[in-house]
C-alpha cells in the first residue's frame, strides 16, 4: 500500500506561480506512474498531468499544457507539479495518485492522497 500527501497548495494571485510536492510512503515511489488531478466546486475531478515511472514520459491536460510541469524524484519519493502563469479557472483541490501504469484516466490510479487546495485570485 502507498500513502500519498500533498503539500505547496495556497493563495496566489492570477499570473503566479505555486509547487505542488506529493510525498509517498510505504512503497517506493518508482515502482508506479504518478498523475495528478484536480477538483473545482460542483465539478468532476479531472486528469491534470503524469509521468512514467521514470519520470522520462510526461503527459499533460490540453488547459495546462505549457504552463505546468510535472516531475519527479525517486530517491525522495516524491512527485512535484510545477505550476506558472496561473488562471483563476486553474482553482481546485489538487489530488497526486499512483497507477500501475502510465494513464491519463482517473478510475485507473488506486491510491490517492487527500488533496491540497489551491485558489487562484483574479
Known amino acids: 500500500q502507498v500513502q500519498l500527501v500533498e503539500s505547496g497548495g495556497g493563495l496566489v494571485q492570477a499570473g503566479g506561480s505555486l509547487r505542488l510536492s506529493c510525498a509517498a510512503s510505504?512503497?517506493?515511489?518508482?515502482?508506479?506512474?504518478m498523475g495528478w488531478f484536480r477538483q473545482a466546486p460542483g465539478k468532476d475531478r479531472e486528469f491534470v498531468a503524469t509521468?512514467?515511472?521514470?519520470?522520462?514520459?510526461?503527459y499533460y491536460a490540453d488547459s495546462v499544457k505549457g504552463r505546468f510541469t510535472i516531475s519527479r524524484d525517486n530517491a525522495k519519493n516524491t512527485v512535484y507539479l510545477q505550476m506558472n502563469s496561473l488562471k483563476p479557472e486553474d482553482t481546485a483541490v489538487y489530488y497526486c495518485?499512483?497507477?500501475?501504469?502510465?494513464?491519463?484516466?482517473?478510475?485507473?490510479?488506486?491510491?490517492w492522497g487527500q488533496g491540497t487546495q489551491v485558489t487562484v485570485s483574479s
Open positions: 495518485a499512483s497507477s500501475l501504469y502510465t494513464s491519463t484516466t482517473l478510475r485507473n490510479y488506486n491510491y
Open positions: 510505504g512503497r517506493a515511489l518508482s515502482r508506479y506512474a
Open positions: 509521468t512514467t515511472y521514470s519520470g522520462g514520459s510526461t
